[in-house]
């Protein structure tokens, strides 16, 4: 009787725990969506959970804001405490105390979906793409990167400093309505997005242990830079892979 209780207990737990995580991930997109909709609608059209698929490969894009001054694609992360990590890193730290936590790094997972929004929209290859990541308002930033890596107080403010024009009335209408088409997030199946993105890294990691470049299939060689040590893409300026060296 005590082990049933006590793996109803623990069964309960975890999808609690798994439940939270989903409810705190709704938060944070439903936030910044709140914020996005006092942007100037006559200069931004926001789009909010876009999915997009190209191929055999599914992206689910939390925020796009098409202006005159080009997209801006906004990954959200409802994440508090410390986040540490930098541009190159695979995984980045969230510090609460004593707690330590990996998750993969967030500016890497939005070149993924620019890489699928300049898929989608060939059309513009001289679009301007702005990727900004966004964590909540707790959390404390310790982030070394080029790439926009903010608090939510900050969105509006970050958006409304790129003031060169990009884009025509007419251009951002179409790509507008392009992305609205071309949204299959009435159609979207998690389970199948998350099965995807786990064979994806099972993949990736075997071409790494064969020290060989998942994006291209190329040899990974060890090269140095700002960051430190790392491995890139023999064929690169074509190819751009980097996986920092420990």
């Not at 939270?20 to 936030?31: D, F, N, P, R, S």
């Not at 969506?33 to 939390?62: A, P």
């Not at 392009?178 to 890294?201: F, L, W």
Request: positive net charge; aromatic residues 10%; contains cysteine.
């Amino acid at each position: 009787m005590y082990l049933f209780l006590l793996i109803v207990l623990l069964l309960s737990a975890l999808t609690f725990g798994v439940f939270k995580a989903k409810v705190k991930g709704v938060i944070g997109e439903k936030t910044v969506s709140s914020v996005l909709y006092f942007l100037d609608n006559s200069k931004y059209k926001v789009v909010n959970n876009v999915v997009l698929k190209i191929g055999d490969k599914t992206s689910q894009i939390d925020h796009i804001v098409i202006s005159d001054f080009g997209m801006f694609v906004i990954e959200t992360k409802n994440y508090k405490g410390w986040i540490v990590g930098n541009e190159k890193s695979e995984h980045w730290t969230q510090v609460i105390y004593s707690y330590k936590s990996k998750f993969y790094n967030p500016i890497r997972q939005n070149e993924g979906h620019i890489k699928t929004l300049r898929r989608c929209l060939n059309d513009y290859p001289d679009l301007e793409y702005v990727s900004i990541i966004v964590f909540s308002s707790t959390a404390n930033i310790k982030v070394t990167s080029q790439t926009d890596v903010i608090n939510l107080h900050h969105l509006i403010g970050t958006i409304k400093r790129y003031s060169k024009i990009n884009l025509s009335e007419a251009e951002k209408e179409l790509i507008f309505q392009k992305i609205v088409a071309s949204n299959q997030e009435g159609s979207y199946n998690k389970r199948e997005h998350i099965r995807s993105i786990k064979q994806s890294i099972q993949s990736r990691e075997t071409a790494l242990l064969k020290n060989q470049c998942p994006n291209c299939g190329d040899t990974l060689i060890e090269r140095k830079g700002k960051f430190g040590k790392f491995h890139g893409c023999k064929s690169y300026p074509n190819c751009k892979f980097t996986k920092q060296i420990r």
